[in-house]
């Protein structure tokens, strides 16, 4: 049994309770939140872009902290999720390893890389796992590329476009404030940043071009340049100043003997994809893939059943380790770079 305690019942903190119920031999044992009426249950006002709205929930038997200090010494707590502000995740990371707990940190991993930094060396020297809730790769059309990647039918990877977009998040109040969300370069293109390190390595060199808003990336186009030249890899996102262009993610991989693509994007309030993920193969076949419909807390399902086994079995994740996640980090860092720069940035690999 995998003994989990949740810090920050916000709308995460919501998706990951209604996730972690859903998997075998794992417990809720313990929660921390400032806010009273969460720490008494009352859920009812937590609201997301997706997902069920909060619920009234029954604490009974858990452990429930408004110091989040005394989770952290809760003996009945193995794993540390902290689906907190961005702007906390370093310090209580490190704190919680420090106490001896297993840690998951809601993405991004921190706000500086200097803090990732300081995060890798707290789990080194404390010999917990610390992983980094990148779910994109337990969603389900991203979960599918990366089967047909990884069974090697179609031979090796060329590259690919990738692509992710929203209106200006208004209802975020400390959207483009860099203390505490940093815009969309960390918020949104982070997601495909860990993909693209996933699929390709590490780049050695990115070009970005865009916009920036209050000294931060908002719109911007980037190509990433890897060791293997003929890898050609690119990413689209950002935020676009306007309301009516809620949400657009996409990609293009390409294989030596196939193509994968996939669109889903919000239009005129209505979710729907584009293009719906298909493999078209050498001979122009077109196959559609057989995805899993409906539930998005599905994928935070699957990225919390590999982090309890990984606790569990005492093995590290090769999806949402810490250091993947320093990579997403480094590569966002040079992007930002190379866009305020006008410059191409290279990453030390
Ligand atoms: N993986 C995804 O797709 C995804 C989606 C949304 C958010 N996130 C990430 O999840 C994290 C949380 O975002 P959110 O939207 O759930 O935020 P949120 O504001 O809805 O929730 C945060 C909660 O933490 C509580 N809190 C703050 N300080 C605390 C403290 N010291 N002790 C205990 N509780 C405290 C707040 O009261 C609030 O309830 C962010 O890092 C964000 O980037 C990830």
Same mark, same amino acid.
């Given at each position: 049994?995998?003994? @989990?305690?949740? *810090?920050g019942?916000g709308?995460?903190g919501?998706?990951h309770?209604?996730?972690y119920?859903?998997?075998?031999?794992?417990r809720?044992?313990? =929660?921390?939140?400032? =806010?009273?009426?969460r720490?008494?249950?009352?859920w009812?006002?937590?609201k997301?872009?997706?997902?069920?709205p909060?619920?009234q929930?029954? #604490?009974?038997g *858990?452990?429930?902290?408004? !110091? #989040?200090d005394? #989770?952290l010494?809760d003996?009945?707590?193995?794993?540390?999720?902290?689906t907190?502000p961005?702007?906390?995740?370093?310090? *209580?990371?490190?704190?919680?390893?420090?106490?001896?707990?297993?840690v998951?940190?809601?993405?991004?991993?921190a706000?500086?890389?200097?803090?990732?930094e300081r995060m890798?060396?707290?789990?080194?020297?404390a !010999?917990?796992?610390l992983m @980094?809730g990148?779910?994109?790769?337990?969603?389900p059309?991203y979960?599918?590329?990366? $089967? @047909? =990647?990884?069974g090697?039918?179609?031979?090796k990877?060329?590259?690919?476009?990738?692509?992710r977009?929203i209106?200006d998040?208004?209802?975020l109040?400390?959207?483009?404030l860099?203390e505490h969300?940093?815009g969309?370069m960390?918020?949104?293109h982070?997601?495909d940043a860990?993909?693209?390190?996933?699929?390709?390595?590490?780049p050695q060199e990115?070009?970005t071009?865009?916009?920036?808003r209050?000294?931060?990336?908002?719109?911007?186009?980037? $190509?990433?340049?890897?060791?293997?030249r003929d890898?050609a890899?690119?990413?689209?996102s950002g935020?676009?100043?306007? $309301?009516?262009?809620?949400f657009?993610?996409?990609?293009?991989?390409h294989l030596?003997?196939?193509?994968?693509?996939?669109q889903?994007?919000?239009i005129g309030?209505?979710?729907?994809?584009?293009?719906?993920?298909t493999?078209?193969?050498s001979?122009g076949?077109? $196959?559609?893939?057989?995805?899993?419909?409906g539930?998005?807390t599905?994928?935070?399902?699957?990225e919390l059943?590999?982090?309890?086994?990984?606790?569990?079995?005492?093995?590290?994740s090769?999806?949402?380790?810490a @250091?993947?996640?320093?990579?997403?980090?480094?590569?966002?860092?040079?992007?930002?770079?190379?866009?305020?720069?006008g410059?191409?940035?290279?990453l !030390?690999?």
């Open positions: 049994m995998t003994r @989990v305690g949740i *810090i019942i709308f995460m919501w998706i309770w209604l996730a119920h859903r998997l075998s031999d794992v809720v044992t313990a =929660i921390s939140e400032t =806010i009273p009426k720490l008494a249950g009352d009812r006002d937590i997301g872009n997706f997902g069920p909060g619920e929930v029954d #604490l009974t *858990i452990g429930a902290y408004a !110091n #989040l005394d #989770l010494r003996s009945n707590v193995d794993l540390v999720d902290i907190l961005t702007a906390f995740h370093a310090d *209580i990371a490190i704190r919680a390893l420090e106490a001896g707990k297993h998951l940190c809601e993405k991004p991993m706000l500086q890389l200097a803090d990732c890798v060396a707290a789990a080194k020297k !010999n917990r796992l @980094v990148h779910v994109l790769p337990f969603f059309e979960h599918w590329a990366l $089967q @047909v =990647i990884r090697g039918e179609y031979g990877l060329l590259g690919g476009e990738f692509r977009v209106s998040p208004t209802w109040t400390k959207y483009w860099p969300i940093g969309p960390l918020d949104l982070i997601h860990h993909f693209i390190r996933l699929l390709f390595g590490l990115v070009t071009t865009g916009r920036q209050n000294n931060l990336p908002e719109f911007w186009h980037t $190509q990433f340049r890897f060791a293997d890898l890899v690119a990413a689209t935020t676009i100043n306007q $309301q009516g262009r809620p657009d993610h996409a990609f293009e991989i030596e003997k196939a193509t994968l693509m996939f889903f994007a919000v309030g209505e979710g729907r994809y584009l293009c719906p993920p493999l078209l193969d001979s076949n077109a $196959q559609h893939a057989d995805i899993p419909g539930d998005p599905d994928a935070f399902v699957n059943r590999e982090v309890t086994n990984c606790v569990r079995d005492g093995r590290p090769d999806t949402l380790g @250091v993947l996640a320093q990579d997403a980090m480094r590569i966002c860092a040079a992007q930002t770079a190379s866009l305020q720069s410059k191409p940035v290279t !030390n690999t």
